[in-house]
């Protein structure tokens, strides 16, 4: 069969064949290797070569080809485009690049969105201590009993101090330990991914964990051991409910971007608005791991409630200064 170029299948493949071959040696060597493999010849042969490929592909398709080395071409093409044209970094690069970069101008361009996740946050806390103060029995519907373990309103100041400073010998510290933080890592995923339903289960979850929070302090503030509790929590804490904050955001960006997409499609404004939601959540995870390891080791071991609270500060205004403070070092005011 003639082809519509006025060439024949057989003859197209005579021509042309040994500059593929050529291409997909050079790109071998130099893929498996480094470009140091190829003479200055060969590398300046490499776009010419690709060039060559590309068209060979383009009059493939024309003249309707067997399949086989459409696909060949194909492979060929998107092997010299990558090397040719893509990006050089190495995964180190693009890691260092991630938390350098990506992550906190991730976080910064919700800061709308953080600052609605934090009002929420200190809406359920007021809420749930409140309502506790008013009644006791509040305690258990909002508490879970796994979290609880016994220690509600009706505990004694004395348990509740040991609680604080046994210096994690007992199995219940050690216990509400390892549930508390299972528990916040749960709510911060969930808030991410339930925010393609217009944020609400979003925005109700960041609410409830506030709301526990509250009861929480309400049941030792009542006992005088307030100020304690705080500074017991607040070495993970700062970074943990930080993490739950910037989940909420990011679940917000998604479910907002839904609602109201503007002059975009809903696909188009979801698409754009998980792409910064989902370096967000990246970088979430890295920020549990850190509040599990402060969990794990400073908080079981640390009674100090001044080191505790210079701990728990000194983490916040590290968060606080890596994503607002570093990027506009890097690349001047937003």
């Keep these: 069969m003639r082809a519509p170029y006025g060439q024949s299948a057989s003859s197209f493949r005579a021509e042309r064949e040994a500059g593929w071959i050529e291409f997909e040696a050079l790109l071998d060597r130099v893929e498996r290797r480094s470009p140091r493999a190829l003479s200055e010849d060969e590398l300046l042969?490499?776009?010419t070569l690709y060039r060559?490929?590309?068209?060979?592909?383009?009059?493939?398709?024309?003249?309707?080809?067997d399949a086989g080395l459409i696909a060949y071409l194909e492979a060929l093409t998107l092997r010299g485009y990558l090397y040719l044209y893509g990006v050089k970094e190495g995964i180190g690069k693009r890691i260092v690049r991630f938390f350098l970069t990506d992550w906190p101008n991730a976080v910064g361009s919700l800061w709308r969105e953080t600052w609605a996740s934090f009002a929420l946050l200190v809406i359920g806390a007021v809420a749930g201590y409140r309502l506790v103060a008013a009644s006791p029995?509040?305690?258990?519907?909002?508490?879970?009993?796994a979290l609880a373990g016994g220690r509600g309103p009706n505990a004694s100041?004395?348990?509740?101090?040991?609680?604080?400073?046994?210096?994690?010998?007992?199995?219940f510290l050690s216990g509400f330990a390892a549930m508390l933080f299972v528990h916040n890592a749960q709510v911060s995923l969930?808030?991410?991914?339930?925010?393609?339903?217009?944020?609400?289960?979003?925005?109700?979850?960041?609410?409830?964990?506030?709301?526990?929070?509250?009861?929480?302090f309400q049941v030792y503030a009542a006992k005088g051991l307030g100020i304690e509790l705080g500074g017991w929590l607040s070495?993970?804490?700062?970074t943990e409910l930080f993490a739950i904050i910037l989940s909420g955001a990011a679940g917000m960006r998604i479910g907002t971007a839904i609602a109201f997409p503007g002059k975009e499609s809903r696909l188009k404004a979801a698409t754009r608005?998980?792409?910064v939601s989902a370096s967000a959540m990246l970088g979430v995870v890295a920020m549990l791991l850190v509040a599990g390891l402060l969990e794990g080791i400073g908080r079981q071991t640390i009674t100090s409630d001044i080191v505790r609270y210079a701990i728990g500060g000194a983490m916040l205004l590290f968060w606080l200064g890596y994503f607002y403070l570093l990027?506009?070092?890097a690349h001047g005011p937003r």
């Design 137 to 145: 029995l509040w305690f258990e519907a909002i508490m879970p009993s």
């Design 235 to 238: 070495i993970h804490g700062t």
């Design 52 to 65: 060559s490929t590309l068209s060979s592909l383009s009059v493939a398709r024309a003249i309707s080809l």
């Design 45 to 47: 042969r490499l776009p």
């Design 157 to 171: 100041a004395e348990a509740l101090r040991q609680v604080l400073y046994d210096g994690g010998k007992g199995q």
């Design 327 to 329: 990027p506009r070092m």
């Design 273 to 275: 608005a998980g792409r």
């Design 190 to 216: 969930l808030a991410f991914a339930l925010g393609f339903a217009l944020a609400v289960p979003t925005s109700l979850l960041v609410l409830l964990n506030g709301c526990l929070l509250g009861a929480l």
